[in-house]
């Protein structure tokens, strides 16, 4: 005999990412870096233009105050990591194909796309890894 299964709710309780969440994904984000060996520089970029000395205080473990853009990015990255945990069993795979050439992204590494700086092109690679493993 069938049984209804009760539906969730399509709104979350908690819409937002929570500033304890925020700073979470901005520890992993700085591991991520050092295992995509993305340069200082790269990395403030993808962050949408941190500051250095900003930078240099995240890396020591205080991120300070996240804002809806940063969150968004930071977001952004968990997804891409994701995505690459899903498509290579070697993490190491996943870690360094961010670095090489890419024809989906002109040729260039994802890194280089995504340290243009701008949002979406941190949501073009994340999408390009959706379509590759199917998720879209």
Known sequence: MLQEIPRTQAAPEVPEITAEEAEAMARAVIRLFEKW?????????????????????????????IDRDLTTRLSLLMGIHKGLRYLFSDPERGYDWVKKPNRGFGGRSPVETMAQGDIFSLARVRSYLDAERGGW
């Open 37 to 65: 060996n993305v340069s200082d520089a790269q990395a403030r970029e993808i962050l949408g233009g941190l500051a250095a000395r900003t930078y240099a205080r995240w890396k020591a473990g205080e991120p300070g105050r």
